[in-house]
């Protein structure tokens, strides 16, 4: 889940500096609230990849997707993007979680096989 989750928040991170720019010339913000604001944003999906796999990393993630559909009341395109990558999310999320299931199956299959594990070269 870890990778998925990861590579979904680092996309976020590029959409959120260029709808940074977008904002900067097209809303009526000052300059220096638009790159607070997209800053902050662009370092949160930095430290939730992070902090995925503690308690509530995921539970950010999601408060992070609301925040980016909301930033298309600055931006109206975000409000596509941001349920673009909202459902991204779900995605990573959902199918990440099988996947964790799935490789902690065949670690115990392989365990109670007795065979090595695939990592252990």
């Known amino acids: 889940m870890r990778t998925l989750c990861a590579s979904t928040l680092i996309g976020e991170f590029f959409v959120i500096g260029f709808a940074g720019l977008v904002a900067m010339r097209t809303s009526d913000l000052s300059t ?11 370092v949160l999906c930095v430290l939730l990849c992070g902090v995925l796999t503690r ?3 995921v539970q950010l993630g999601w408060v992070l ?8 009341f600055v931006v109206p395109v975000m409000f596509f993007l941001g349920a673009c990558f909202a459902g ?8 990440g979680q099988k996947i964790d299931e799935a490789k902690a199956r065949f670690a115990a299959q392989s365990a109670a096989e007795g065979a090595p594990e695939p990592d252990a070269v």
Request: charged residues 0%; neutral net charge; without cysteine.
């Open 65 to 72: 997707q609301i925040a980016l559909i909301a930033s298309g």
């Open 88 to 95: 991204l999310w779900w995605a990573s999320v959902h199918f």
């Open 32 to 42: 220096a609230t638009v790159w607070t604001v997209s800053g902050i944003a662009m």
């Open 55 to 57: 308690p509530g990393g």
